[in-house]
Structure formats: structure tokens, C-alpha cells
């Protein structure tokens, strides 16, 4: 079975920073693309960041570029969301998931609480 699992969440202060990590399991990255989405209380799931195995070749939403990037370690089967600068406006669920051979693959979210 594909399992992803997301955690690093928290409770922040505006400006600051945190580090999810997306653990994969049951799926080589070969082939693949993970991405980072976020859904915010009475909002829907945005997509907000990209990462494709085989080049590295990244995607940022407007919304987090500048602040958000994007790492994957292949050895270890996870990706990284290093988030900087953050704000209110980026307290949501964030999630993990994974495309490859047409297949979509989510796991559980962590919670990200930006306070002001």
C-alpha cells in the first residue's frame, strides 16, 4: 500500500518558520511528482507547491512563492516544505500527495496555526 504521512505542523508566529516533512511509503519517487495543498477552514484545497522526481523541477502557487520551498530527499523517500515568513492567511490543513502512472495518492494532513 502507498502511504504518505505528513507532519511538522504547528502553531507559529507570524513571520516565523516550520518544516513539514511528506514520509512515502510503497512508492519509488522515479516517475512521480509530490505536491504540497493546503485547505484553510471554510475553503477549498489549493494546490501550493510541486516537486518532480526525476529533474528536481519545481511549482510554487503565488500565494507562497518567495516564502515556501519545495525539497525532496529520494534517498529517503520524503519531501519538504520549508515555509518562511509566514502568515495568518497560511494557517490550514497542509497535505501531501503523490501522482504517478496516473495514480493520485494522498495522505493525512497536519495542521499549520499562524498566529498574529
Known amino acids: 500500500d502507498v502511504q504518505l504521512q505528513a507532519s511538522g505542523g504547528g502553531l507559529v508566529q507570524a513571520g516565523g518558520s516550520l518544516r513539514l516533512s511528506c514520509a512515502v511509503s510503497?512508492?519509488?519517487?522515479?516517475?512521480?511528482?509530490i505536491a504540497w495543498f493546503r485547505q484553510a477552514p471554510g475553503k477549498e484545497r489549493e494546490g501550493i507547491a510541486c516537486?518532480?522526481?526525476?529533474?528536481?523541477?519545481?511549482v510554487y502557487s503565488d500565494s507562497v512563492k518567495g516564502r515556501f520551498t519545495i525539497a525532496s530527499d529520494n534517498a529517503k523517500n520524503t519531501v519538504y516544505l520549508q515555509m518562511n515568513s509566514l502568515k495568518p492567511e497560511d494557517t490550514a490543513v497542509y497535505y501531501c500527495?503523490?501522482?504517478?502512472?496516473?495514480?493520485?495518492?494522498w495522505g493525512m494532513g497536519t495542521l499549520v496555526t499562524v498566529s498574529s
Open positions: 516537486i518532480v522526481s526525476d529533474n528536481d523541477d519545481t
Open positions: 500527495n503523490a501522482i504517478r502512472s496516473g495514480n493520485d495518492y
Open positions: 510503497g512508492l519509488t519517487f522515479g516517475n512521480s511528482a
